[in-house]
Nanobody
């Protein structure tokens, strides 16, 4: 049974930082590209960042490029999202997701999802 468990969310003031983690079990982690998505109240789920199976390629949405960094540790079955210079518009539930083979920016392409972790940025 595949499980993705996110952690590291919380409340922070604008300009602050948070680091999200997502630990996977029940799958061969290094065989899966990983992505982070977020969903704010009343909005659709949107792509944030993705990383290839080896970690050699990363992709970001324009809204987070230069502020967020995605990374992974295949030995620990964990993907991270370092979020710096946070803005109130980053407030959302953040989800990690796993996709067999290559990276993708569309949520429908991902096979497995975590339960989400809340990030709240106050002004």
């Amino acid at each position: 049974q595949v499980q993705l468990v996110e952690s590291g969310g919380g409340s922070v003031q604008a300009g602050g930082s948070l680091r999200l983690s997502c630990t996977a079990s029940g799958l061969i982690f290094s065989n899966y590209a990983m992505g982070w998505f977020r969903q704010a109240p009343g909005k659709e789920r949107e792509f944030v960042a993705a990383i290839s199976r080896s970690g050699g390629s990363t992709y970001y949405s324009d809204s987070v490029k230069g502020r967020f960094t995605i990374s992974r540790d295949n030995a620990k079955n964990t993907v991270y999202l370092q979020m710096n210079s946070l803005k109130p518009e980053d407030t959302a539930v953040y989800y990690c997701a796993a996709r067999g083979w290559s990276t993708a920016t569309s949520s429908v392409s991902y096979n497995y999802w975590g339960q989400g972790t809340q990030v709240t940025v106050s002004s």
